[in-house]
């Protein structure tokens, strides 16, 4: 039993409370990237007592919209208070908004606009090389977000300037908005693509296992000279059957009905996690 | 005629502060030879960032080296860092609030016969409606100086456009008046006010000479902080003036003749004359032979105000 697998199902009440509470979030996207976020949060050098940090690691959430799981991380890690986020959230004047924004601890960079993170990472990472200092730098991209030229544009830079203290990690969950990635602009062999930009790709087979992404983290960390992408299998909507692999899901507001449903579910499987 | 163009003394001084102090990083899309940065990219190469032709890109990571405590000067032709780029000005400089200057070179026509893909006839317009960005246009070549040795002392973000070619001295080497933030006075008088900004600077002082030589007592204003524009320095100035003449080098809605007029109708009503680009691509030309066509030259200038005049 992982107890970071077993959290990751507390985390998505939270969540689930969070986007009930304010009436609206991208539920699906959230609970695909929750072990993500999750692993790093656990594995990356910062505290709350020194958000500031110079020598903090840094991460930008690029898919803005699943700020939620963003939200139920940082408090998981003392940088929020969770209750005050269920309250707040979406709420007249509240600084809980559904996208990221640097006025909260712990958040670096304003996103919700698809295609930024990856180059603001670019300059972070530059930012470290030219201070020598150590740390790492992380962003987590939608597969759908890919679309965006300037992903490309940052791919290059990154590819480039050899940045081994840069890691992307992109939520292949497969679904966008409007349905299947592939029907609605396709990837095709995205390992290829970023291996052609001079990156080192990992394709995690289940990126919602997160020994699977521990030992990626791993190996992006000891990987010299060249920028490593993450491309994590995952499952959008991730903890419930009644919201798995539905792109409907994407930000659909749960009913009382699904909500109750959707609890149930979270506890059954955070229940078979213990009992692994 | 004076020979160093604006671009050369943002280099000179970008030079003597990264010197000084190795925060300070230059950041350019395929642009350091338009820039004048070449010599800055060979003397501090580990303080400068070639991005390519990627004008998005160069804003987004100039915003992710000043989040880590670079200040960062990200320096591509106006026409493209201020509209191809915009979403990454307003997202990661302005509303994450990082130290990002954005410096538009090569601006308004000064691109000639390159055509409208090359002219920013629009950045001031665009760049003022972003909450939090700063809008300058220096005149001339001492003003560029005083005002890149203010920006190298803040910390918030902000758009510069600079022309392309040598331009008239406005000010005397040794007397240049710059408070950052306030206008400056290029003339005093009592019938009217001329208030321009960048290049049309001088052409204003030159039009308000001809105009007080001919007997009609004209003010003359330099705004080169179109935002925040100073609006206790224009009332002051707009004070019992009969009409005020605004001339920018930049299309009509939403520039300096814009924001002018919102000021004065809302706090000293009278009629504001906007002397700027056309609503279209402008003619081919150099920017010297443009501005004549247009009118936006110091006797051209002097005539609207004597039409108007005639016409009170």
């Not at chain 1, 698809?114 to 987590?140: N, P, Q």
Request: hydrophobic share 40%; with cysteine; net charge negative.
């Amino acid at each position: 039993m992982n107890a970071l697998a077993v959290k990751a199902y507390d985390l998505r009440q939270d969540v689930l409370d969070i986007i009930v509470s304010g009436g609206g979030g991208h539920i699906g996207g959230d609970m695909s990237s929750m072990e993500i976020v999750l692993t790093l949060y656990s594995r990356m050098n910062v505290s709350p007592e020194k958000p500031k940090d110079p020598d903090r690691d840094r991460f930008v959430l690029s898919k803005g919209h699943c700020v939620e799981t963003l939200y139920a991380v940082l408090a998981d890690r003392g940088f929020l208070d969770i209750g005050e986020v269920k309250s707040r959230f979406s709420k007249f004047g509240s600084e809980y908004i559904g996208h990221p924004h640097n006025t909260l601890p712990g958040i670096e960079m304003n996103s919700g606009s698809l295609g930024h993170g990856l180059s603001v990472c670019v300059g972070m990472a530059l930012a470290g090389r030219m201070d020598r200092r150590s740390y790492r730098v992380y962003t987590l991209m939608g597969d759908g977000e890919l679309a965006e030229g300037s992903v490309w544009e940052a791919a290059m830079a990154a590819g480039h300037y050899g940045l081994d203290n840069l890691c992307a990690v992109i939520d292949r969950n497969h679904l966008q908005i409007s349905g299947n990635t592939e029907d609605v602009m396709g990837h095709h062999d995205l390992h290829a693509r970023f291996a052609s930009f001079d990156w080192h790709v990992i394709d995690v087979a289940d990126g919602n296992d997160v020994d699977q992404l521990n030992a990626a983290f791993d190996e992006a960390e000891g990987t010299k000279g060249r920028p490593t992408v993450l491309i994590a299998n995952t499952v959008k909507g991730r903890g419930s059957p009644i919201m798995e692999n539905k792109a409907g899901w994407h930000h659909h507001l749960p009913s009382a009905e699904e909500y109750e449903r959707i609890k149930a579910d979270l506890c059954a499987r955070k229940e078979a996690l213990l009992h692994e | 005629m004076n020979k160093i163009a604006n671009r050369a003394v943002m280099c000179e001084v970008l030079k003597e502060a990264a010197a000084k102090d190795r925060d300070v990083v230059v950041l350019c899309s395929d642009s350091r030879g338009s820039a004048s940065l070449t010599s800055f990219a060979e003397t501090f190469p580990e303080q400068f960032v070639e991005v390519g032709i990627a004008e998005q890109n160069l804003v987004s990571i100039a915003a992710g080296l000043a989040s880590c405590g670079k200040k960062a000067f990200a320096v591509s032709p106006a026409s493209f860092i201020s509209t191809r780029s915009y979403e990454q000005c307003k997202v990661d400089c302005a509303y994450s609030d990082t130290n990002v200057k954005l410096v538009g070179i090569s601006g308004g026509v000064s691109y000639g016969a390159l055509g409208m893909t090359h002219h920013s006839a629009q950045d001031i317009a665009a760049m003022s409606a972003i909450p939090g960005m700063r809008v300058y246009l220096p005149s001339d070549r001492h003003q560029t100086r005083k005002l890149f040795e203010a920006l190298l002392t803040d910390r918030q973000t902000a758009y510069i456009r600079l022309g392309r070619n040598p331009v008239e001295d406005t000010y005397e080497e040794g007397n240049v008046p710059f408070e950052m933030n306030r206008a400056t006075v290029l003339a005093e008088g009592t019938d009217v006010l001329l208030v321009a900004c960048g290049e049309m600077v001088r052409p204003v002082k030159d039009a308000a000479e001809i105009l007080n030589r001919e007997g009609i007592s004209s003010g003359a204003l330099d705004m080169y902080c179109v935002k925040p524009l100073d609006r206790e320095g224009l009332l002051e100035a707009a004070k019992g003036k009969k009409f005020i003449v605004t001339a920018e080098e930049h299309a009509p809605f939403g520039g300096l003749g814009s924001m002018v007029a919102q000021v004065i109708a809302a706090n000293d009503p009278k009629r504001v004359i906007n002397l700027a680009l056309p609503d279209a691509p402008v003619i081919t030309g150099t920017s010297a032979e443009v501005f004549a066509h247009y009118g936006l030259t110091g006797e051209g200038i002097a005539k609207t105000v004597r039409d108007a005049w005639s016409r009170l």
